[in-house]
Nanobody, 128 residues
Framework: VQLQASGGGLVQAGGSLRLSCTAS????????MGWFRQAPGKEREFVAA????????YYLDSVKGRFTISRDNAENMVYLQMNSLKPEDTAVYYC??????????????????????WGQGTLVTVSS
């Protein structure tokens, strides 16, 4: 299984970015997808997750209303639209995949160890 994230970059506070993640090597539509991020000196944290068919989405409280996760199963893609970006959103963003059952538990879906395959990460820098 291979995941590759892209779309990161430098943006001013208040701006927007759209991250993309392409997946290969497994039946994409059977698995949940998630986005995590890791800021310098901090632990990796959950950002958002989406169910296999896209019906259910979950977010870190601090990004609700600003970030939107979506997926295109026909293209094996998952996206993270990030609006109203803040300097505290600066981090390396990772996409990951997990068995669908992970999403039934708030604790499980928020833990990086619940996800079995990871992309390489894409850096998002938000300047003030």
């Amino acid at each position: 299984v291979q995941l590759q994230a892209s779309g990161g970059g430098l943006v001013q506070a208040g701006g927007s970015l759209r991250l993309s993640c392409t997946a290969s090597g497994r039946t994409f539509s059977r698995y949940a997808m998630g986005w995590f991020r890791q800021a310098p000196g901090k632990e990796r944290e959950f950002v958002a997750a989406i169910s296999p068919m896209g019906r259910n989405t979950y977010y870190l409280d601090s990004v609700k209303g600003r970030f939107t996760i979506s997926r295109d199963n026909a293209e094996n893609m998952v996206y993270l639209q990030m609006n109203s970006l803040k300097p505290e959103d600066t981090a390396v963003y990772y996409c990951a995949t997990a068995p669908a059952g992970v999403l039934t538990s708030m604790r499980a879906r928020s833990q990086s160890r619940s996800y079995d395959y990871w992309g390489q990460g894409t850096l998002v820098t938000v300047s003030s």
